[in-house]
Nanobody, 122 residues
Framework: VQLQASGGGLVQAGGSLRLSCAAS????????MGWYRQAPGKQRELVAT???????NYADSVKDRFTISRNNAKNTVYLQMNSLKAEDTAVYLC?????????????????WGQGTQVTVSS
């Protein structure tokens, strides 16, 4: 299973960006999809997650600014980021947890995308 993220870029503080991440390959089901981020010299941190039935979870630092959503039919997750701040600058990585096909068997899926750079200028 591959995750392809897109939508990053350079934006001024206060601006908006929308990230997308599409999963493809031998997918049986995806339970949870999410976004994490990693800034230079810092640990990877949770941004937001969403389950297949729409339950969401956000880091306190992004609540009320970011919105996660997904299209289950397209195995795609989105992150709408508003009121961006300089401290949101990071590589954003998408993540998927579920089940995939391995040959004729179903096995656990835990996949990461390649990341997309978000840079917010102050």
């Amino acid at each position: 299973v591959q995750l392809q993220a897109s939508g990053g870029g350079l934006v001024q503080a206060g601006g908006s960006l929308r990230l997308s991440c599409a999963a493809s390959g031998s997918i049986f089901s995806i339970n949870r999809m999410g976004w994490y981020r990693q800034a230079p010299g810092k640990q990877r941190e949770l941004v937001a997650t969403i389950t297949s039935d729409g339950n969401t979870n956000y880091a306190d630092s992004v609540k009320d600014r970011f919105t996660i959503s997904r299209n289950n039919a397209k195995n795609t997750v989105y992150l709408q980021m508003n009121s961006l701040k300089a401290e949101d600058t990071a590589v954003y990585l998408c993540h998927a947890v579920g089940l995939d096909y391995s040959g004729s068997r179903v096995s656990a899926l835990d996949a990461w995308g390649q990341g997309t750079q978000v840079t917010v200028s102050s």
